[in-house]
C-alpha cells in the first residue's frame, strides 16, 4: 500500500467505515479542506481499499496504556478518529 494518500488526508475525521477484512474496505472521510478544490458540494471523500487483507489503528490512549492496536472498525468511528499519521507495510 502507498502511503501518499492518506498523508493527504491528515487531520481528516473518519466518519465512518463500509466492509469487511480480508476484502473491500470503504472509508467516508470528513475533509473539507481538501473538499474545498473540488466544484462540486461535499464536506467528504471516499477511498477505497481493495483486497485489504489487514487494517490496524493505535490511538493516543492505547499508547498511553500500552495497548499495541486494535482492529474493530466500530470502535475507531466511534472515536471520531483523525488521521495524524500513517505507516504501511507492504505484503509481499
Known amino acids: 500500500m ?6 493527504i488526508l491528515h487531520d481528516g475525521l473518519i466518519a465512518d467505515i463500509f466492509g469487511n477484512i480480508p476484502g473491500n474496505v470503504e472509508f467516508k472521510i470528513e475533509i473539507e479542506y481538501l473538499r ?3 466544484s462540486d458540494d461535499g ?3 471516499f477511498l477505497l481499499l481493495k483486497d ?3 487494517f490496524k489503528v493505535q490511538s493516543y490512549e492505547m499508547m498511553d496504556t ?3 492496536e486494535s482492529r474493530d472498525f466500530i470502535d475507531l ?3 471520531n478518529s ?9 505484503e509481499a
Do not use: M, P, T
Open 43 to 45: 464536506k467528504c471523500i
Open 66 to 68: 500500552g495497548e499495541k
Open 82 to 90: 483523525e488521521i495524524l499519521r500513517v505507516d504501511a507495510e507492504d
Open 52 to 54: 485489504c487483507s489487514s
Open 36 to 38: 474545498r478544490i473540488f
Open 77 to 79: 468511528v466511534k472515536g
Open 2 to 7: 502507498n502511503s501518499d494518500i492518506w498523508e
